[in-house]
């Protein structure tokens, strides 16, 4: 069901947890709502940088360009 979708901005995935933070604080300081959330991939371990849960893509897009603008960041939106 489509009206079941959820999206998040994924800004980065990083190895080490300290390049991770220093993503996290930037954008926080632009004023964007980021976390980290911890993943595996392909048996290595990620630290994933992302913002907002968004009920459409189209929302979810409007901030990725927000970022895109203020940061310079190329961001992908992710379907949760």
Known sequence: DKYDKKYSIQVGAFENYSRAESRMYMLRSEGFGVRIEETTMDGKFFFIVREG???TKKS???IRL???ARTGIDCI????
């Open 66 to 68: 927000r970022i895109k």
């Open 60 to 62: 979810a897009e409007k």
């Open 77 to 80: 939106i992710i379907e949760l």
């Open 53 to 55: 849960i968004y009920s």
